[in-house]
């Protein structure tokens, strides 16, 4: 759960969300040297009056400044792909949970299990008791397995939602008429909003 004035990303829950962290420091790493090199570049030529007329028309400079961001874009580009391929992937989920979005509260369906289906409405502001947090409190939570792959299958009934969940790294589109798909694992127990 974010907190306030918080700086970064939540705790990372599920291994994705690892990864998710790890390639946003890596990139974060590339711009930030990137930025001191132009800073850097930029200082130079507002503080020297010196000039090298040769290096104005050379080759390699040239050569140089066209290679290297091809470099840097792969270095961001091969890391991004591997995380991509690895949240599309499906193991062998161990339960499959049917979500629907409607206009006002999500209606979970548990498919392995005949009947166990609910609806999770949130708690109206009135309502709330201390401690709870507005908006985000539901009559009806989803419980979901610890260390087991979860398939859960997203879709709506009437508008568009997004069903997210920050700390899993899951932030999955409810389209009417369409079925998206995504998988989840937990790596400790708690309350994830």
């Known amino acids: 759960m974010a907190y306030p004035m918080q700086l970064g990303f939540q705790d990372a ?4 969300m690892e990864e998710l962290l790890h390639f946003h420091d890596h990139t974060l790493m590339i711009v930030f040297l990137i930025s ?5 570049i930029i200082s130079l030529m507002l503080t020297t009056k010196l000039t090298h007329t040769s290096t104005m028309n050379a080759q390699e400079v040239e050569t140089v400044w066209t290679i290297l961001p091809a470099v840097i874009l792969i270095m961001i580009a091969l890391p991004s792909l591997r995380i991509l391929y690895m949240m599309d992937e499906i193991n062998n989920p161990s339960l499959t949970v049917k979500t629907m979005g409607h206009q006002w509260y999500w209606s ?13 409405y949130m708690v109206p502001t009135s309502e709330l008791k201390p401690g709870e947090l507005r908006l985000l409190e539901v009559d009806n939570r ?3 397995p610890m260390e087991m792959t979860v398939r859960m299958l997203v879709s709506s009934e009437d508008v568009l939602h997004s069903w997210a969940v920050p700390s ?8 009417p008429g369409r079925l998206n798909q995504t998988t989840l694992m937990s790596t400790r127990p708690g309350l994830f909003y």
């Open 13 to 16: 829950t599920s291994p994705i």
């Open 142 to 144: 989803v419980v979901l």
């Open 36 to 40: 001191s090199l132009v800073l850097y």
């Open 108 to 120: 979970y369906e548990y498919t392995d299990y005949e009947d166990l289906s609910f609806d999770s």
């Open 168 to 175: 899993l790294g899951l932030k999955t589109d409810a389209i």
